[in-house]
């Protein structure tokens, strides 16, 4: 059974605009990178063939399956140049000092934000509105409050706010409406009685390509791992650890998250960072083509002056 083979057996992932990731971080031989979503180790492992035996990679992830993917993987391909890290990329610095000296600074920092395929496709998590599973969208497995709690829990105008800022739904509030009442009747428990409520609102629709609970399934994920602040907290934490002449490359995959890089990239532009993309890059055709979900990705880099 060769890599592939292996990897999509257990881990399936096409990792978005690697070519586009390499450049960015205009990778040096012996240099030393951190990937703060490591998922299928995609990027990493070509990171660490590229760096070589001198370099070293810091990958971090939430995800236990993550992690003991990647370590298959590395295994496989023969490099010994990763440190496996399970944690939060907001806490990056700390990840790093357990490694590194507390000055040690970096070549590069790369995030690819969200989850991954083998994400969507676990049946013991609910990050995908297909089939009936667990109200349970965070990354790391549990998380404080739960996504069936966020649901079950929150008022009517906090559900609408999450659906309208996060998920930007347009029908937050009366979606928020129908789980409030509906959840008085009986806990709602499980992805497909969340789907259920929605589409009492918003019907299914063939002509559409977008599934009606897309947006509200967007916003609880983001709620759950509170995605846009850990974000914040994290790009703070790159700028820190990053040495002049570093690399900060970040794919976002909806306009909140790339709305974050921006501001954040902006407010910084000539003190700490010099932009090396002037507006986001885009996926080619060719890659839209043979992966979907890199459509929607944006790729945002610059250099710590
Ligand atoms: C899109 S995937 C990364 C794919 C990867 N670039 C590759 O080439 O296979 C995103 C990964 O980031 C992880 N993740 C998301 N938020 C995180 C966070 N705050 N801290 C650590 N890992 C996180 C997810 O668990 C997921 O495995």
Do not use: W
């Amino acid at each position: 059974m060769d890599n592939l083979d292996k990897q999509s057996k257990k881990y399936f992932h096409i990792p978005v605009m690697l070519e586009e990731i390499i450049s960015n971080l205009d990778l040096k031989k012996g240099g030393y990178y951190i990937d703060c979503t490591l998922g299928g180790a995609g990027y990493t492992s070509l990171i660490a063939e590229k760096i070589g035996p001198e370099g070293k990679v810091l990958a971090i992830d939430l995800d236990d399956l993550a992690l003991e993917n990647a370590k298959d993987i590395l295994e496989s391909k023969g490099l010994s140049n990763v440190i496996l890290a399970k944690s939060n990329f907001k806490n990056l610095d700390q990840v790093s000092h357990k490694f590194f000296p507390r000055s040690f600074k970096f070549d590069g920092i790369v995030f690819d934000l969200g989850l991954s395929s083998a994400q969507l496709d676990d049946e013991s998590r609910g990050f995908s509105f297909k089939g009936t599973r667990p109200l349970n969208m965070a990354f790391s497995q549990t998380s404080e409050p739960s996504t069936e709690d966020i649901v079950n829990k929150y008022s009517v105008e906090d559900l609408a706010k999450i659906f309208s800022d996060y998920g930007e739904e347009r029908k937050a509030e009366q979606i928020a409406l129908n789980i409030v009442k509906k959840r008085k009747d009986k806990r709602i428990k499980t992805t497909n009685d969340l789907v259920k409520i929605i589409e009492e609102v918003k019907p299914f629709n063939f002509k559409s390509n977008i599934h009606p609970a897309t947006k509200v399934f967007q916003a609880l994920r983001i709620e759950t791992n509170s995605e846009y602040k850990v974000l914040e907290q994290a790009l703070e934490k790159a700028e820190e650890k990053l040495k002049t002449g570093g690399k900060l490359v970040v794919v976002s995959f909806h306009s909140g998250e790339d709305r974050i890089v921006k501001n954040f990239l902006r407010d910084r532009k000539n003190s700490s960072f010099k932009n090396i993309t002037k507006k986001p890059i885009e996926c080619s055709l060719e890659e839209a083509d043979r992966n979907p979900r890199a459509r929607s990705a944006k790729l945002r880099s610059a250099e710590k002056i």
